[in-house]
Each structure stands twice: as structure tokens, then as C-alpha cells.
């Protein structure tokens, strides 16, 4: 039998965690990625309170189990507000841990017309994120765009993403794009993290030419990255 009444105090602390963890990914995965470029999501959060955090998740499903479970053997009696709160828990879980794409592919457009619309098709290129890739380009997003590391095709080649460049060769991708260290994509296939992929098969066949930076003008680039980041984090802190 389901009773009415005000949700129990163990409802109330296990609610907590789940929902402010919610929010925090919420914010993260829109307005802080939308203002700053795509972001280490949670990464700050978990290298802080990430040793209260995660203790503080199991109590919370540890309440729903035990909530739900101990009236089977006693009362056979559920309050419908402890229930409500146990469904708020797994839905806030739910939302904190949905996949960075999922946000990106949602606010594709939003992203496509901000200034780091760039930053984001490279980076969802190089984490194999093809929905997310596929939406920000159907939203206008340049795919021969150049950001740190290059065009999205030497994100997706520098991890031997094999689906995202078959997507982004099938969509007109320069297959011979130079990036700012001298690289074409296929350099970036055959030093990148995967060489054993077949990226570098895969962009061969599709007319890719080996180009390769020097260590020289590799060198400059990342000073100058560098640089740019250290005058960018101290503009930010004189605000």
C-alpha cells in the first residue's frame, strides 16, 4: 500500500548529493562550456570533494535499496514521498552522468553560434563523438575550421577516431589540411595515440599525403600556446 506523508529525513539527506551533483554537471555541460570552450567535465569536482562524493552516491542508492526493499518484509506499507525522492535520485544521477555529446549534439546550435564552436567539433572529432560531430556540422560549424590542434580531421586521426573521419571525408574534410605545427592529418594518424588503428590505411585511400612539421617550428607553436594561455589566465584574474 502507498501512503501519503512528508518525505523521511534518511529521503531528505539522500536527495542531497544527487541533485546538487545534477546541477553542477548541468552548469558544466551548458553555460561554463558555452562561455569557456569544451571543458574536463567534473574533473575539478572530483580532485576536490571527490573523496566525499562518491561515499556520499552509494549511501544515496544504499537508502533507495533499503527504502524500497524493507517494507517487503514488514509493513508493506511505501511512503509515496520517499518514492518520489528515490525517482529524483536515479533521474538526477541520470542527468549527472549523461555523456558530453549528448549535451553538445542538444545545444548544437547554440554551440555553432559561439566563439568556440571550433574547439568543440576538434574536440568531439578526437573523442569519437560522431552524433555530436554530425550535429554541429549540420548547424554550420566549418569543417576544415582550425583550432589548436588543427582541422576536426586531425583530432579524429590524431586518436584513430575510424568513424568520425569516414564521417568527416564523406562530408568534404581536407584530407591534407597542415595545422599549425606543419602536420597534415595523416602525420597526426601515424604519431598520434592509436597508430595501429588504421586511420593512417583509412586517409591514404582517400588521397591523404604525409607532412610533417619540424621539431622547430613544433617548439614555437606550443611556446606561443602557451604564452597566449598564461596572458589569458592572468587577464581573468585582474577582472
Known sequence: MIVRGKPSIGCCLALVTPVLLAADMVW????????????????????????????????SLAWIVVSVSLPLFKTRTWRLSNLLGALAIVVSLGIAFLPYGFWVSTFAGRIAKGPHATEFLVDMAASGQTSAVLALLDQGVDINSQGRSGTALHGAAVRGELDVI???????????????????????????????????????????????????QRNRVIGEQMENDAKSREAKNGR
Open 28 to 59: 558544466e555541460n551548458t553555460a561554463l562550456s558555452w562561455a569557456s570552450g569544451p571543458q574536463m567535465i567534473g574533473f575539478s569536482l572530483l580532485h576536490t570533494v571527490g573523496i566525499i562524493l562518491f561515499p556520499a552516491i552509494l549511501a
Open 166 to 216: 569516414r564521417l568527416l571525408i564523406a562530408r568534404g574534410a581536407d584530407v591534407n589540411a597542415i595545422n599549425a605545427y606543419g602536420d597534415s592529418p595523416l602525420a597526426s594518424a601515424i604519431h598520434g595515440w592509436r597508430p595501429a588503428s588504421g586511420a593512417k590505411e583509412l586517409l591514404e585511400r582517400n588521397g591523404a599525403k604525409l607532412v610533417r612539421g619540424s621539431e622547430e
